[in-house]
């Protein structure tokens, strides 16, 4: 079982940065891929990134060269440094894990955080 709590969220201007953090408690963090998810007003949630237990990282289309995941397993706790924010990347931001993790689908994950509001003002 793990649990995710998401902070890091708030206001942002178009062109600048926001970190977000993902603390995890339970069993298992450095075995699980960790994921981010966003969903905006009025949208299905849609993936962002994933890091795996190797750190490898992946990321969709949209945020790629702008957004970093990464995350420190001697704190059990997974990040995403944005930059370059738009005001499209407004949404609530989640935080997901799993053993797996592969895909980009909510499926693909098993625990979810409660999220956290990113708003990106022009």
């Known amino acids: 079982q793990v649990q995710l709590v998401e902070s890091g969220g708030g206001l942002g201007q178009a062109g600048g940065s926001l970190r977000l953090s993902c603390a995890a408690s339970?069993?298992?963090?450095?075995?699980?891929?960790m994921g981010w998810f966003r969903q905006a007003p009025g949208k299905e949630r849609e993936f962002v990134a994933r890091i795996t237990t190797g750190s490898s990282t992946y990321y969709t289309d949209s945020v790629k060269g702008r957004f970093t995941i990464s995350r420190d397993n001697a704190k059990n706790t997974v990040y995403l440094q944005m930059t370059s924010l738009k005001p499209e990347d407004t949404a609530v931001y989640y935080c997901?894990?799993?053993?797996?993790?592969?895909?980009?689908?909510?499926?693909?994950?098993?625990?979810w955080g409660q999220g956290t509001q990113v708003t990106v003002s022009s």
């Open positions: 997901a894990a799993d053993l797996l993790g592969l895909g980009v689908g909510r499926t693909s994950y098993k625990y």
């Open positions: 339970g069993r298992g963090f450095s075995s699980n891929v």
